[in-house]
């Protein structure tokens, strides 16, 4: 072997071993963001069950639908103002 082809496969190896850092950062920063939507949705939905039953009704939602329409799964027509509620907390 000579140098040319020590330092090659030397530059080789890191470059690979930064792809895989790389992925690997990638994937714990998706995990991360994943938690941090979670977390703020299931705030939400906490801080909405501590609505009374005549404020859940003003904005067109009955207590078990809570959960529905903080994670976007809920739709009762264009009138309807909790639509977008699990980014209004």
């Known amino acids: 072997m000579t140098m040319t082809t020590i330092n090659l496969a030397h530059r080789n190896s890191w470059h690979s071993f930064g792809k895989s ?3 690997i950062v990638n994937g714990f920063k998706s995990i991360w963001s994943e938690f941090k939507k979670r977390k703020h ?3 939400a939905a906490l801080h909405m069950n501590k609505l009374d039953d005549r404020l859940l009704k003003d904005i067109g ?27 209004a907390f």
């Open 21 to 23: 850092a790389f992925s």
């Open 61 to 87: 939602l009955a207590r078990y639908q809570i959960g529905d329409a903080v994670y976007g799964k809920i739709d009762n027509g264009p009138n309807f103002r909790a639509k977008h509620i699990h980014q």
């Open 41 to 43: 949705k299931r705030r």
